[in-house]
T-cell receptor
Framework: DGGITQSPKYLFRKEGQNVTLSCEQN?????MYWYRQDPGQGLRLIYY???????QKGDIAEGYSVSREKKESFPLTVTSAQKNPTAFYLC??????????????FGAGSRLTVL | QKEVEQDPGPLSVPEGAIVSLNCTYS??????FMWYRQYSRKGPELLMY????GNKEDGRFTAQVDKSSKYISLFIRDSQPSDSATYLC??????????FGKGTTLSVSS
């Protein structure tokens, strides 16, 4: 079945450590996204990529980095510069529908906890 | 004013009730409107999307868009306990990243 795989599902990190969250899709979608979800905050866009080897900052990119070396993969690194990294991280991908809607398909999420 | 406003709830209804979930927005350039459902500790899944104004129906779910009022709604008929989840509205001008509401938490009791 086509879909988006995020790993790990749960991750614990000590302060000062960098961690990388994996996101792989087999939907042949061109665009990929990373969102952060906090209680009461909704989904906030961290980074997105519309094509291989290119990506743009979203609303809350500080303290995060990404790469897009392959169409299928869009890993997110949470660096030690991110002051409050404990959150639920969601990866998504999209393609345009026939009507032009940018419909996102989400992965199951990765929950990061900083100890 | 935030781009997309959504009442977080929680909203509690008995099984079989009609549920109305709503969002307002400020950007008149939004053309595509979507509703996602998110179960606890899971990723959101697309329920419905509509283009411009009008209604769209899919089983027990109806999405309405009123662009003149900058107001969208999702109606759930004959609500079931399995409908208990957080419902997120999202919108875009087209071909760009979605802007999400904060989500409304719905609880349907049997």
């Amino acid at each position: 079945d086509g879909g988006i795989t995020q790993s790990p599902k749960y991750l614990f990190r000590k302060e000062g450590q960098n961690v990388t969250l994996s996101c792989e899709q087999n939907l042949n979608h061109d665009a990929m996204y990373w969102y952060r979800q906090d209680p009461g905050q909704g989904l906030r866009l961290i980074y997105y990529s519309q094509i291989v080897n290119d990506f743009q900052k979203g609303d809350i990119a500080e303290g995060y980095s990404v790469s897009r070396e392959k169409k299928e993969s869009f890993p997110l690194t949470v660096t030690s510069a991110q002051k409050n990294p404990t959150a639920f991280y969601l990866c998504a991908s999209s393609t345009l529908t026939g009507s032009g809607a940018n419909v996102l398909t989400f992965g199951a999420g990765s929950r990061l906890t900083v100890l | 004013q935030k781009e997309v406003e959504q009442d977080p709830g929680p909203l509690s209804v008995p099984e079989g009730a009609i549920v109305s979930l709503n969002c307002t927005y400020s950007n008149s350039a939004f053309q595509y409107f979507m509703w996602y459902r998110q179960y606890s500790r899971k990723g959101p899944e697309l329920l419905m999307y509509t283009y411009s104004s009008g209604n769209k129906e899919d089983g027990r779910f109806t999405a309405q868009v009123d662009k003149s009022s900058k107001y969208i709604s999702l109606f759930i008929r004959d609500s079931q306990p399995s409908d208990s989840a957080t419902y997120l509205c999202a919108m875009t001008t087209g071909g760009t990243a979605l802007i999400f509401g904060k989500g409304t938490t719905l609880s349907v009791s049997s």
